[in-house]
């Protein structure tokens, strides 16, 4: 059920996602700590695709479905897909997702960090440090022996529900690889409805938690990429790519 369109990847294979990820992971090592305020969202997505460039790494973003970036930057109420702006200026307080995919040697990476700008409240810091623990959780239940797709939105949805977060339904976590986005996908709920595969060696996936701080119901910005909270509230969003090996789950875009 659900798992018949996963493609399994080689050793060889994943070794080449690693490679692309450990990129990632570096990028967001070395430009996280310039994001600060009086920026632009679009200043932010130029920092790290003049960093791709100069590590001549792919920027799969660009041009897909027509998307103007190489990264989405989402602040405060938008929860993903946060087009980079020249208007829209960083400040004091506020929270800020980078969500990129790196490509090198036609292997593909995905992971999402959030920054908090200056000094936030302290609600919108606990919604960030309980997000993030979230993807750690969904990662620690995706390498359990026997595990299925649904023990991560078991351990993520769980978790976020404790603060009363809205875990949002209409996004998930996905196969990535080969593509952006392939079987299969990693809901941050659970649902009946949902397929529930086993996670089996060969497998490399996206987890990644995207949790608002009220409801779980969003909207979609005119610009047809834009999602906000339905609420206006903030959204925070965190994500890792992670690889089923001989020797466990591997989280790839960690170095």
Known sequence: QGGEMIQLKSESEIDGIRTSGHMLAEMFEEIGPEIQAGMSTWDVDKLFHDWMKRHHAGAPCVGYMGYPAATCVSVNDMVIHGIPSKTEILKDGDIVSVDICLEKNGFISDST?????????????????????????????????????????????????????????????????????????????????????????????????????????????????????????????WEHTVAMTDSGLEILTRI
């Open 113 to 237: 960090h959030t920054y908090e700008i200056g000094t936030v409240s302290p609600d919108v810091h606990k919604l960030n440090v309980e997000t993030e623990k979230s993807l750690y959780l969904g990662i620690e239940a995706a390498g359990k022996p026997g595990a299925r797709i649904q023990d991560i939105a078991a351990a993520v949805s769980g978790h976020c529900r404790k603060f009363g977060y809205g875990v949002v339904r209409d996004y998930c976590g996905h196969g990535v690889g080969f593509e952006m986005h392939e079987d299969p996908e990693i809901p941050n709920y659970v649902s009946l409805m949902n397929p529930n595969p086993r996670i089996r060696k060969g497998m490399v996936f996206a987890i990644e938690p995207m949790i608002n701080m009220g409801t779980y119901k969003i909207r979609t910005e005119p610009d047809g990429w834009g999602v906000k909270t339905a609420d206006g509230k903030p959204a925070c969003h």
